[in-house]
């Protein structure tokens, strides 16, 4: 039986953002108890539904309690979703390889007993099977949708290249993995904060061309690359405050930024970049929230966005964040 408790999943040094943001948002929310990554909450509302807006939460539903087995976890969750359900089994820290190897475990087991599809459509339940070794198994449940995971936990597992200057490789990826886009191969990217590279490799080796900007230098490793189809970076060394219309390419169709700014100064910039850009379908734009007060205006940055004529704007903390969230914006 689902018990009157949610829970969030959430990177672990961000975990205290996660709890203000649930209890700021749902003021009938009783803080429960916690690990490293996972918060509970009791709340009379609990459902399968709870938490799909939430910034700092790569997952967040209903919670349906502990098991000590993969027999007793399967006993926590109604026989009618058993097999209609995708499951998700994860680490609930990923930096930690014992739970990592647990969760494997978990995985292989529940497979051996038919329940191993994992790809949930819209409106489908996902089972979330948290694992962290030496602790029960935390079963819960959510509905999936635009702007859920569809991949466990939250967790894509990027592979960055040793040639990559920069962990923005990850970042961009996982953007790209969270809010399904697909940018199509042979299209062209504005990217806005550009250096040393790292999410313009990314970029590249998808076969995107890019027109980059940044006061900074470009790893040469980058600016040398060639993607697919010819895909390469035209890079301008200078800040995104003083980009032209001549500068840019008419038919870019995705605008990205990762400037090391305060969010209302970049999203400025990129205000200014995104009305040059007719043919703009979508934006992938990282946030810095390096001080209180910009954790605190995280719904402001959100509504800044939306009006730049985006129609759909969505927000989320990436596994690979530190003190920063992503906005990916639809026109």
């Known amino acids: 039986m689902a018990l009157p408790f949610v829970f969030v999943i959430t990177n672990v040094p961000t975990a205290p953002l996660a709890k203000r943001e649930v209890l700021a948002a749902h003021a009938?929310?009783?803080?429960?108890?916690?690990?490293?990554?996972?918060?509970t909450f009791k709340h009379p509302s609990a459902s399968p539904a709870f938490g799909e807006a939430l910034v700092f939460a790569r997952v967040a539903g209903q919670s349906l309690g502990n098991a000590a087995s993969v027999d007793e976890t399967i006993a926590l969750v109604p026989e009618v979703l058993r097999?209609?359900?995708?499951?998700?089994?994860?680490?609930?820290?990923?930096?930690?390889?014992?739970?990592?190897?647990?969760?494997?475990?978990?995985?292989?087991?529940?497979?051996?007993?038919?329940?191993?599809?994992?790809?949930?459509s819209d409106g489908e339940i996902v089972i979330d099977v948290v694992v962290a070794e030496g602790e029960p198994l935390f079963v819960g449940h959510h509905l999936h949708g635009r702007g859920r995971w569809s991949v466990a936990g939250g967790l894509p597992e990027v592979v960055v290249p040793e040639t990559s200057p920069s962990r923005a490789f990850a970042k961009i990826e996982e953007a790209l993995v969270w809010?399904?886009?697909?940018?199509?191969?042979?299209?062209?990217?504005?990217?806005?904060?550009?250096s040393p590279g790292g999410?313009?490799?990314?970029?590249?080796?998808?076969?995107?061309?890019?027109?980059?900007f940044d006061p900074g230098e470009?790893?040469?490793?980058?600016?040398?690359?060639?993607?697919?189809?010819?895909?390469?970076?035209t890079f301008h060394e200078r800040a995104?405050?003083?980009?032209?219309?001549?500068?840019?390419?008419?038919d870019a169709r995705l605008?990205?930024?990762?400037?090391?700014?305060?969010?209302?100064?970049?999203?400025?910039?990129?205000?200014?970049?995104?009305a040059m850009l007719p043919k703009l379908e979508a934006a992938v734009l990282t946030i810095k929230l390096n001080d209180e007060k910009m954790i605190e205006q995280?719904?402001?940055?959100?509504?800044?966005?939306?009006?730049?004529?985006?129609?759909?704007?969505?927000?989320?903390q990436l596994p690979s964040h530190r003190q920063e969230m992503v906005i990916v914006a639809r026109t």
Not at 255 to 264: E, F, Q
Not at 298 to 316: D, G, K, P
Request: glycine share 6%; proline share 5%.
């Open 83 to 120: 097999a209609s359900a995708a499951w998700h089994v994860f680490a609930r820290d990923p930096e930690d390889a014992a739970s990592v190897s647990r969760a494997a475990q978990v995985r292989d087991a529940l497979a051996a007993k038919g329940l191993s599809r994992s790809t949930p």
């Open 255 to 274: 605008l990205v930024s990762d400037m090391n700014l305060a969010p209302p100064v970049a999203l400025r910039y990129v205000a200014r970049v995104r």
């Open 199 to 212: 999410a313009t490799l990314a970029m590249l080796m998808r076969g995107l061309h890019v027109v980059a």
């Open 298 to 316: 995280t719904s402001r940055w959100i509504e800044l966005v939306r009006a730049m004529r985006f129609a759909e704007v969505r927000a989320t």
């Open 179 to 194: 809010s399904g886009l697909s940018p199509k191969r042979g299209s062209t990217v504005v990217e806005l904060g550009a």
């Open 28 to 39: 009938d929310a009783r803080f429960a108890f916690s690990r490293p990554g996972l918060l």
């Open 240 to 250: 995104a405050g003083s980009v032209s219309k001549q500068d840019l390419p008419d």
């Open 218 to 233: 470009l790893d040469r490793r980058v600016r040398d690359f060639v993607g697919p189809g010819g895909a390469r970076v």
